[in-house]
């Protein structure tokens, strides 16, 4: 390479990085010596290096919604057992990773018993959001209850539903293990009410709608939190055994060692 042209890559370089384009500062020398080798024209050698630069952008913005999400881990569809859960509708599954339910506004309640794979389907829709750029975040229902009332208490209530009402996906994982308080149900079923028709929800339970009343205590507001979750809305039910007892029996089974057989005592055979 020439001096003249090591001094002009410093210098693209060096603008390239205040105009924020790291990508095709990365990749401008090895893309421009591809596009000599293959004769190619110039409007053909910025198309590719602009190309990169939105890939990596795509990448690394979808990277910040997967961390602002704040899943605790993160599941994918692939790694679910369908034939596990014959219950659960994998058309509608398929259908639903396309997202369009969040444009339409509609929500998802996942219902079964613990173990039998709500949050790992929850996570999974979530994450594809996130890949297709919907902005989520992922609460365990008694966590975002707790967020609630310290906002409260601490009169940042206002900040806080202001960020929810900011979300295209909002993801209630767990709802049903652990009773709310009056005041942490009235401050969820605000949450809900506030998201209805405008941010799609995602709720995972353990608990038939008929006993969500245990959890949110009075029948009235139950009432009204299942008829805004219920309205425009998609269930999907995860019948069966635990994955997590079904594992532990597995397990068992494995680790159980047949007794060897005792010796003969040849003393006690010949008395």
Known sequence: MKQTDTKSLVLLRHHLKHLRLP????ECEKVANQAAADNADHLAYLLQLCELELLDREKRAAER???AARFPTIKT??????AARPSVNKVLVAELMRCEYIDNRENILLVGNPGTGKSHLATALAAQACAKGYRVRFFRTTELITNLIEARDER??????TSLAKLDLLVLDELGYVPASKVGAELLFDVISTAYERTSLIVTTNLPFESWTEVLGSERLT???LDRLTHRCRIIETKGESYRLHDAKARARRTTVKQPDQPVDDASVSR
């Open 23 to 26: 990508t095709i500062g990365a």
């Open 65 to 67: 919604r997967l961390k």
């Open 223 to 225: 009432g009204a939190t």
């Open 77 to 82: 569809l692939e790694t679910f057992d369908f």
């Open 156 to 161: 940042t209530f206002l900040r806080l539903k």
